[in-house]
């Protein structure tokens, strides 16, 4: 989870960015090659939330480890510091916070 500045004109960028064909190839081509196979970001208000399906090789901390030393990734993630606020319960070097799942309909007798 993470929220955008409560701005109409930065939440519209933001969406613009996000459109398909907007982030940079080389940021979708990290996402891909970080077994990163279905990733999408829904929007309520200035509230974001991400939902990702991973595979067997994704790890959080070796991407997190290559997308600092890539200069395209770096760039996209100082674009998105403008329009991003992060959550006020959130550690400082903490952008996206992880929900916790608490509800499935499909464990309900």
């Known amino acids: 989870m993470l929220d955008l500045h409560d701005e109409a004109e930065a939440i519209r960028a933001y969406r613009m960015w996000h459109r398909p064909g907007g982030p940079p ?4 081509r990290s996402i891909r090659e970080s077994d990163i196979r279905a990733l999408e970001i829904w ?3 200035d509230r974001l939330c991400m939902i990702m399906e991973t595979g067997p090789a994704f ?15 770096r760039a996209w993630e100082t674009l998105m510091d403008q329009f991003q606020r992060r ?3 959130a550690p400082a070097e903490v952008k996206w916070v992880p929900a916790e799942r608490i509800y499935s309909l499909a464990e309900q007798p």
């Open 87 to 89: 959550l006020p319960f």
């Open 59 to 73: 790890s959080a901390a070796a991407k997190a480890q290559r997308d600092a030393t890539d200069p395209d990734v």
């Open 43 to 45: 929007q309520v208000g």
């Open 25 to 28: 190839a080389a940021v979708t």
